[in-house]
DNA sequence: CTCGCTAGGTCCTAAAGAGGACTTGAGGAC
DNA sequence: GTCCTCAAGTCCTCTTTAGGACCTAGCGAG
């Protein structure tokens, strides 16, 4: 009953889409294909070509297929980035380099600005406008030019003032050792906040994103033993390149204190 | 020079669509509020009906405002679910209620089925269309009657088969619990692999999301000790209900085997 | 008072068409 | 050969127009 007349009813742009997505699934056109221009798949599927562009925007926010203005509409390749939260700072302490060396890191802005209201959101023990060290990021892959991720590392002005850090330049190794460096303490607890959401306009830009393509966001605390803040930085990637992994044992029987809570 | 003439040689929908954005952050609107009519704000904004409704998709894919049919455009809470991932068998453990138990289950369907490829593909050990046991579950907000969650558990035949985890009838503790018991096993390890797209035409219609809304996807793999799986369970949310909160030492030293590898 | 009908307002889908912007490739000028 | 120009093909934005579906409130009949 639940799952019954799906599609006898759906909008035409929904089918379309639909059927669409199908042809691309099994095969009929493989990753770097160009697709039919859209007046002969509006033809073909007997509606107009607004309807059919509809459509076509469904399969483009999904990631399924790439429009070129003026070349044609393609089918993308499936891929997604495993990341994995933990291991980030154990694997860059090996071997000390940047987090993700195979990626083009450009620093986009570097300098003081007031605490961005989402991110003290997720702090108990600081305020919207409080005057930090930003450093703003962008990485790129270097084969293809494609922007890869969007994102800000927020250091307390105690650590990073009259450092580097206010520097636009590309640090030497990765950030948090630098930031253990000039604090002259370890990072010893991490708190990520997961969301999935729709670009900002800027992001939208920067990413280079497709109209209604959605992103993935992740504010990274991290805090020294005594649990003073030592970074906080966040990411931002299209939603259709990353996975993320998360591995952990199950502990038998200890709980932690709060329940879940809304914001 | 990046982030220089944004909004300059935008799209109208999509200037629009921001000025809208900000109106309502503002507090114009309050939550609940009702927007102005689209041919209203067509008017107000001089475009074309159209061309206003492009722009408030936008809004409403975002979460941003709720359309009703025939009724008119509202303001929606922002509100997120805070869902953690580490600590949810503990506490269950502990007062051994259902994970979610503010929340009002149904078993949609319960039964043996082959295992979907999406699934396999996150294991090593198991082929898509190996018959398992599959429980798919809806979970709904009992106050508001939103669909908040659509899921499915997938448990080895060795240790579902011919128990009651067949039957489509709500299970009176927590899901994991039961699987303990019926294989004689404790969970040990878990594996969360998180993802964020737009919903399938499924989800969009049993979770009635807007069209452009995304969802956070989950695959939770929780093995025995032994390595060996005792279930795997997926969960999918409207993306702008919920934040996932991870929390977790940083490892001095140790670091994980693998490199971030793609799929 | 209760019920059912109706009218008006609202959002939803769709078509047809015009103009614009972008890319590519062919042909001609140098 | 190299560079430029131009035309064709493609996707992008926006308008105008039409009809349908849905909900609510008000009115009248019973």
Known sequence: MVTSDLGAFA??????????????????????????????????????????????????????????????????????????SRDRYGRARKDSRLLTAHLEHTILSAGRGPLPAHIAAVLDDAEPGDEVVIRRRLLTDPKTGTPEEVGASYVPLG????????????????????????????????????????????????????????????IHVARAEDGSVLEVSESVWPADRIMLIDEYPVEPEAAMPEAPSEI
């Open 159 to 218: 650590i990073a003032a009259e450092t580097f850090l206010e520097e636009p330049t590309v640090v030497p190794k990765a950030m948090f050792l630098c930031v253990e460096e000039l604090a002259g303490k370890r990072y010893a607890q991490a708190r990520d906040h997961w969301i999935a959401r729709l670009p900002t306009p800027e992001e939208t830009q920067v990413l280079g994103l497709p109209t209604g393509a959605p992103v993935m966001h992740v």
């Open 11 to 84: 909008p035409k742009y929904q089918r379309v889409a639909n059927d669409l997505r199908r042809r691309i699934r099994q095969g009929e056109w493989q990753p770097g294909d160009r697709l039919p221009a859209e007046t002969a798949l509006a033809e073909h599927y007997d509606l107009s070509v607004p309807t059919m562009r509809q459509a076509v925007a469904v399969l483009r926010a999904e990631g399924a297929v790439e429009s070129r203005h003026g070349v044609g509409t393609f089918v993308k390749e499936e891929r997604r980035l495993q990341r994995r």
